[in-house]
């Protein structure tokens, strides 16, 4: 979906190797006091001819703001803001609570879009006017999204593509299929496909650094004592799974922190191996007894059975799939029940599961906002159930502390206090792969987004 928006709805700015890059901001500058000052790329226009001015953008970031409007990411992306001004045509003064490190990180994330479409009921998924390369044609749910040219688009000579067709396929071998059939030009997350095998058939295969969270879940509301989650993180071969499902691509760590993530790793901070025995040993040390179907017991009668849903997308399937191999055979059971995506998100927001096997997208950026976020009890998507006032206080303090080394002890106390406890497991970092065939030329990779404003065919 982020793909689609972007190529309609642009973004204030990019992520790049190197941090981040203008993109309908011409610059941003900011006081510790939290103002932050954006200069608006003059120039640009939305696909219905009116003018991306400062107002524009202004309106955009309030539709969001506004809280009779659906938007789940509201209260982590612009819920710090308290106002905006508008100071002339092509400058705005975004005024934060408090001074935000990562303030302009998460802009990649928010799109701008026209007056026309920020009207009472408007459906933006049907609707959506942005300033972008390309315009909305047709929306079928669940099937595909029709994309045409922007004629008015302000990159000179921009769009190459007459149209783009966005199609839904889960199964990341059918997409293989499609691309070595040419009925599909490029695939998006393609990190579990036979990557050797699209090689072999002339396929472009685009890795892009593993930041992408792969997590496993506890409800802590249902399972509480931290002796058993403590067996959990034994039990699972973190590099059995990250090597299964995306090959030497993936990275396979302890604690939710990338590699590929320069700013923060701490030696200190606890880790967790797989020892199985061990396992055993603390589930036997906490009064849980094998019984004769090797499903371990306390004396009071509590089997270790967990209900564990998944969703229908293949590298999901095949986590739960092994870990709860994994989890068998140190005397868990987790019942794996498979559903549509949509609805197993909805089951793991809303605490109906015992434990869940879950993928973040993750950040390019060189900042852990998104690696904190996780345990804070007023994020929409807080799986855990978690409502840790110490880690919530950390998890501000990581977004407002100024200092380098403070905001490294920060993130110390915040992963110490998370692996201690044992909170979630991390099994490690996905990447995101794209396979394209190989006439297609021009695509801009930007962390796990695309744009296709520079795109074309080579025949």
């Known amino acids: 979906a982020v793909n689609y928006n972007m190529s309609v709805a642009e973004v204030l700015n990019l992520y790049s190797k190197d941090g981040l890059d203008p993109w309908l901001l011409e610059s941003w500058s900011a006081t510790p006091q939290g103002v932050f000052t954006w200069k608006v ?49 092509s400058t705005l003064r975004v005024r934060n609570r408090t001074f935000d490190v990562e303030f302009m990180d998460r802009m ?21 006017i942005g300033s972008g390369a390309y315009k909305l044609q047709t929306y079928t749910p669940g099937e595909r999204i029709v994309m045409t040219r922007n004629d008015a688009y302000w990159r000179p000579n ?67 004592e931290r002796a058993v989650r403590e ?34 790793h701490d030696t200190s901070v606890p880790t967790y191996g797989f020892d199985p025995d061990r396992a055993r040993r603390i589930l036997e040390e906490a009064g849980y007894r094998a019984g004769g179907d090797g499903i371990r017991q306390n004396a009071s009668g509590q089997r270790l059975v967990w209900e564990m849903p998944s969703s229908s997308i293949a590298s999901t399937i095949a986590a739960s799939q092994m870990i709860a191999g994994m989890l068998r055979r140190v005397g868990i059971q987790a019942n794996i029940r498979i559903m549509d995506f949509r609805t197993y998100e909805a089951n793991a ?14 950040s390019s950026a060189d900042n852990p906002w998104h690696n904190t976020l996780v345990t804070y009890s007023q994020y929409a998507w807080k799986i855990p159930q978690i409502n840790d006032p110490v880690l919530d206080r950390l998890h501000i303090a990581n977004l407002t502390t100024l200092d380098r080394d403070a905001r490294k002890r920060v993130l110390r106390e915040y ?28 695509v801009g990779f930007y962390g796990n987004r695309l744009m296709f404003n520079g795109t074309w065919l080579n025949r």
Request: net charge neutral.
């Open 349 to 362: 927001i809303n605490g109906n599961y015992d434990v869940a096997y879950y993928e973040w997208a993750g």
């Open 158 to 224: 921009e769009p190459y593509l007459d149209r783009i067709v966005f199609r839904a396929i889960p199964d990341e071998s059918v997409r293989l299929l499609e691309l070595e059939a040419g009925t599909a030009h490029l695939a998006i997350d393609m990190g579990a496909a036979d990557l050797r095998r699209a090689q072999q058939r002339g396929l472009r295969v685009y890795p892009q650094a593993p930041v992408g969270s792969m997590l496993f879940y506890f409800n802590l509301q249902k399972i509480r």
């Open 41 to 89: 790329r003059r120039g640009v226009k939305f696909s219905d001819g009116t003018p991306l001015t400062a107002e524009a953008v202004k309106n955009s970031i309030e539709f969001l703001r506004d809280p009779r409007n659906e938007y789940p990411y509201r209260s982590y992306f612009v819920g710090k803001t308290d106002g905006i001004d508008v100071v002339d045509e």
């Open 415 to 442: 992963f110490t206090n998370v692996q201690r406890n044992a909170y979630y497991v991390t099994i490690g970092h996905k990447p995101y792969v794209f396979v394209a065939r190989p006439e297609v030329e021009g």
């Open 108 to 128: 990649p994330n928010v799109g701008i879009l026209a007056p026309a479409s920020l009207r009472p009921g408007v459906d933006l998924r049907r609707q959506a």
């Open 231 to 264: 067996a959990v993180q034994y039990a699972i071969d973190r590099e059995a799974i990250v090597k299964a499902l995306y090959s030497t691509h993936g990275d396979s760590v302890s604690y939710n922190i990338p590699r590929a993530m320069k700013f923060f």
